[in-house]
T-cell receptor, first 113, second 112 residues
């Protein structure tokens, strides 16, 4: 059981470069999420997708875009990376919005120089 | 609004010591409460949860009781092991809302 998978695990970018973080889940979940984790700040929601075909902004969406490609996949794109986007990024999924347990991927550690 | 406050770390304990990590919350409505654990280099995993007042969540020797009167959900374990070394996050979710609200995490190190 793969659960939630993320690629890549590590990435180094130069300021201004773009990249896409990939996420896929095999649990037939409706809802998917992107978080960033920074020291002393816990997890902050970037974007979420309640169901296939919908996406909405979370707490810290600036500088990011997302695509819910199908029910399984939810990608996060940085169009022009900035050092402030250096972080660990986690994808998660849940059966639906609300109080359902969220399942997390292993994370992508991104450094922007 | 909705928020979670958990005790700051890091916490260092000797093996077999008693663990308490405090968590208090504010919420509009009736939240469900969660503890997640993050082992080094991994994503978060659900440790336990409670969905209504006075419920006790438990797993792997960890327990937490949903206390509405004190708006708390403290994590406890009677005898910690080295393998419990991790970062622990308290979280809440309310109704059909779009997100979980996570605390800042408490790092626990257990030494032999």
């Amino acid at each position: 059981n793969a659960g939630v998978t993320q690629t890549p695990k590590f990435q180094v970018l130069k300021t201004g470069q773009s990249m896409t973080l990939q996420c896929a889940q095999d649990m037939n979940h409706n809802s998917m999420y992107w978080y960033r984790q920074d020291p002393g700040m816990g997890l902050r929601l970037i974007y979420y997708s309640a169901s296939e075909g919908t996406t909405d902004k979370g707490e810290v969406p600036n500088g990011y875009n997302v695509s819910r490609l199908n029910k399984r996949e939810f990608s996060l794109r940085l169009e022009s990376a900035a050092p402030s986007q250096t972080s660990v990024y986690f994808c998660a999924s849940s059966e639906s919005l609300g109080t359902y347990e969220q399942y997390f991927g292993p994370g992508t550690r991104l450094t922007v120089t | 609004g909705n928020s979670v406050t958990q005790m700051e770390g890091p916490v260092t304990l000797s093996e077999e010591a008693f663990l308490t990590i405090n968590c208090t919350y504010t919420a509009t409505g009736y939240p469900s409460l969660f503890w997640y654990v993050q082992y080094p280099g991994e994503g978060l995993q659900l440790l336990l949860k409670a969905t209504k007042a006075d419920d006790k969540g438990s797993n792997k020797g960890f327990e937490a009781t949903y206390r509405k009167e004190t708006t708390s959900f403290h994590l406890e374990k009677g005898s910690v092991q080295v393998s419990d070394s991790a970062v622990y996050f308290c979280a809440l979710s309310v109704g059909t809302g779009n997100q979980f609200y996570f605390g800042t995490g408490t790092s626990l190190t257990v030494i032999p």
